[in-house]
């Protein structure tokens, strides 16, 4: 009998112990869970929760702001950053006080936070900075910490981009995002951030200095990779023609990086035209179309990063009667170019695009926030190049939208029409 | 100002335009003094003819050159004479250029200088969007509101420089900075769409005799001034202005007035030139005015006129227009690296000013009027009549 109670006690034990392991077990489980968690974004993602952030964003989310989901970093972190930055995109946001902000430049976001975020802008004269700024915006207001929102803009001034930037930081800007125009004219300031523990994260305008060493991150694109693809489209395409590259600035550093990989992957039997520059102006890219298309009859394909200028390459066709029977690859989706080829109804006319990555700058904020949440942050994120195709008759033109606006841009169409009115 | 009737006509100078050639000659003025014998016709004749050829020689060498640049053009790059090109392509975009220089030229003729041209070129072209609001039936009243205000900055520069004497360089410099800051917020409140209406986009597309009307336009506008200039009394008077303002003054020219004139007449330019621009491009964009700040000022001094001021030749301004469109073209299409292509413009330019034809007068000026070379141009009956009226 004793025998017998004693067993019963045993196993009763034997249970609670196996119970409590397995409990023990799968609560480790979760609490690592996403290092080898089933995300839908694949193996490595951080958790949710870790460093204060979601990282499981809707995939049509993703794909608005970067065309696809196949455009992520590759590497864990990178794309962790990118998701949360997504995710965040997501939440609604005081959209009377974002207009505030936008308008006056600068404002407190009522949270009492203690963070100060300044956003040193190297030009703000197009829509498509516009479009950014209030971007950083609608993402620094999904943070009770920050407290404080300051916007400065150079205008391309390379003494007032230094100044600015120093300026936010007397101001109190202790979390800070920018597009470097001004290069690395800008790496003692941002250098000296640095030294103060403020987080500097820049995107789309290019590396400064060493990232990840000199200041937080940059977020960019593989060049290389979109000139490669680039180059796919024009073999399949173009096959038999030529192709003619369009590029910015004189000596600029972003242009080379494509043309170099898109020249090395043409098939044989396309013909290079050549290449010129447009300061990444309408007028610039209608002078070089027309050069091309005078001495180039068999001209099939024309690659150029920016839509926007694109539409001067299609003026050049429309002012000489010509129908651009010909293939577009670029990178940027500026409203314009749908619009125009819309406009321009002409069923030969085929083009390929990207994003005009107005969210890498909600990616930056994200990325200086997880900085200071603990996170080590990778010094360059990188969005692959995934480009669709834009078909006839409407090429996706949006009439509600500024005719130099992202498609792809965050922002909701009310808070547009009140940015742009008409 | 002087008591002296000296300011009036018959008392000692008088302007007079010669007749002929290009657009907007003008005859040596003379003040003299009652003291100093009265010219005789010979004299008069022989003067005549050496300003002719004085004043004639300036502009010339801008008509050889853009013929050597044809020439060049279809043997090393004909592609960039085809129809494509041509038609197409140079001859709108030398029209950019050529309308805003016409109105620098009125402002070199003064001994100023405009850089003012792209501010008022970007907001004219922003105003014509934002006051149309994209429809057909306010394009003209949008056109005539946009030029006016044209004119109104054309004034405000014209007083600072005519009236308070400022310098013209800073003067035009800081308006066009205004212009452009003024700009950046006005298109920040204008329509979604920010295109000009269809009419005026579909009118850029145009073409008569198989060349774009925006050109006719252009040579349209050339005939006028160059007619104005050169034949009314007014044009006549503001060649005298150009020509020696002291003189002018002193005839009983109002010359501030035509100084002001001139930077009202230069904003009117480059507000006709934004629009334009705002036609061709349907989209205008803020660095619309960017490549028109120094190309007009290049094509004026190409064409023959002094910095320091004086005479200039509308017709030859707009000759050096197209021929500054028509080399940026040729490299273009002959595929020269960007980095070339700024070397051989700039050098073209650097040339085309040594050999200018305002350097030309200056080494002519001193030979024809050698005793010997004077006379060889004496017509000899005019010669013996004026011996017998002396």
């Known amino acids: ?422 | 100002m002087p008591a002296l009737a000296s300011r009036r006509r018959g008392c000692g100078g008088v302007a007079r335009a010669a007749a002929g050639g290009s657009g907007g000659r003008v005859a040596v003025l003379s003040t003299g003094s009652v003291a100093q014998p009265i010219a005789t016709r010979g004299q008069r004749a022989r003067s005549s003819l050496i300003t002719s050829v004085l004043v004639g020689s300036r502009f010339i060498p801008i008509w050889l050159a853009t013929g050597l640049l044809f020439a060049i053009c279809a043997i090393i790059a004909p592609e960039t004479l085809s129809g494509l090109s041509f038609s197409s392509a140079i001859l709108p975009l030398a029209t950019f250029v050529a309308v805003p220089a016409l109105g620098q030229a009125l402002v070199v003729m003064t001994g100023g200088i405009d850089l003012s041209t792209p501010g008022v070129i970007v907001l004219t072209a922003h105003l014509l969007v934002g006051l149309s609001g994209g429809r057909n039936d306010r394009l003209a009243p949008a056109i005539f509101e946009a030029l006016g205000v044209a004119a109104l900055v054309g004034l405000f520069s014209g007083f600072l420089v005519a009236v308070l004497r400022f310098n013209p360089l800073i003067v035009t410099l800081a308006v066009g900075q205004i212009l452009l800051g003024r700009t950046l917020i006005y298109r920040g409140t204008i329509a979604n769409e920010s295109g000009v209406p269809p009419a005026l986009g579909d009118f850029s597309t145009k073409q008569t005799l198989g060349v774009s009307d925006i050109f006719w336009i252009g040579v349209l506008l050339t005939i006028v001034a160059a007619f104005l200039l050169r034949s009314s009394r007014i044009g006549r008077r503001f060649q005298a202005v150009g020509a020696n303002p002291q003189s002018a003054w002193i005839a009983g020219i109002p010359v501030v007035r035509f100084t002001i004139s001139a930077y009202l007449a230069s904003a009117i330019f480059s507000g006709a030139a934004g629009i334009l621009l705002a036609a061709f491009f349907r989209y205008p964009q803020i660095d619309l005015g960017n490549p028109y700040l120094l190309a007009p000022i290049a094509a004026v001094v190409l064409a023959g006129a002094s910095l320091r001021g004086g005479v200039a030749s509308l017709t030859s301004t707009w000759v050096a227009a197209f021929a500054l469109t028509l080399l940026n073209q040729m490299l273009q299409v002959l595929g020269l690296s960007t980095a070339l292509q700024f070397i051989v413009f700039g050098a073209a330019i650097l040339i085309g000013t040594v050999i200018s034809g305002d350097r030309l007068a200056a080494i002519l000026g001193p030979v024809l009027q050698r005793p010997g070379v004077a006379a060889a141009f004496a017509d000899p009956e005019l010669a013996e009549e004026g011996e017998r009226d002396a």
């Open chain 1, 1 to 422: 009998m004793e025998h017998r109670k004693l067993s019963r006690l045993v196993r009763r034990w034997h249970v609670v112990a196996v119970s409590a392991v397995v409990t023990g077990l799968v609560v480790l489980a979760s609490a690592t869970a996403g290092s080898t968690a089933t995300s839908p974004y694949g193996a490595g993602v951080f958790p949710n929760g870790k460093y204060g952030e979601n990282y499981n964003p809707k995939p049509a989310t993703v794909a608005k702001a970067i065309v696809s989901v196949k455009a992520l970093p590759s590497d864990p972190v990178g794309k962790s950053i990118v998701l949360a930055a997504m995710k965040r995109a997501e939440q609604k946001v005081d959209l009377d006080l974002a207009f505030k902000c936008w308008k006056q430049g600068s404002c407190d976001t009522g949270t009492g936070g203690k963070y100060v975020l300044g956003d040193a802008d190297g030009f703000c004269g197009n829509v498509w900075r516009k479009v950014t700024e209030m971007e950083v915006i609608l993402q620094a207001l999904t943070y009770k910490q920050i407290g404080k929102i300051i916007y400065t803009c150079a205008n391309l001034d390379t003494q007032k981009a230094i100044s600015d930037f120093r300026g936010l930081i007397s101001q109190g800007a202790n979390v800070m995002v920018g597009y470097a125009d001004a290069g690395n004219a800008l790496l003692p300031a941002v250098r000296d951030a640095t030294k103060r523990g403020i987080p500097f994260s820049t995107y789309v305008g290019g590396t400064i200095g060493t990232p990840g060493k000199d200041y937080t991150t940059v977020l960019t694109q593989d060049l290389c990779g979109l000139g490669k693809q680039f180059a796919a489209i024009v073999n399949k395409y173009a096959a038999g023609g030529s192709v003619a590259f369009l590029g910015g600035t004189p000596g600029n550093t972003l242009t080379p990086q494509w043309q170099k990989c898109e020249k090395a992957a043409l098939a044989k039997n396309v013909k290079y035209a050549g290449e010129a520059d447009t300061s990444w102006t309408r007028e610039g890219a209608l002078k070089a179309t027309s050069a091309f298309i005078s001495k180039n009859p068999d001209l099939k394909a024309i690659s150029f990063e920016y839509a926007d200028g694109f539409v001067g390459a299609l003026q050049a066709y429309e002012a000489a009667h010509k129908p651009p029977n010909i293939v577009y690859t670029g990178s940027t989706d500026e409203n314009s170019v749908f619009c125009e080829a819309k406009k321009i109804g002409n069923k030969g006319f085929r083009m390929w695009s990207g994003s005009g990555f107005n969210s890498q700058a909600r990616m930056a904020v994200t990325a200086s926030m997880m900085q200071l949440a603990g996170a080590k942050v990778p010094g360059v994120i990188t969005i692959q190049p995934v480009l669709v195709e834009s078909k006839y008759p409407s090429y996706g033109c949006r009439p509600d939208l500024p005719i130099e606006a992202s498609p792809r841009a965050a922002v909701p169409i009310s808070l547009f029409k009140r940015m742009f009115p008409g």
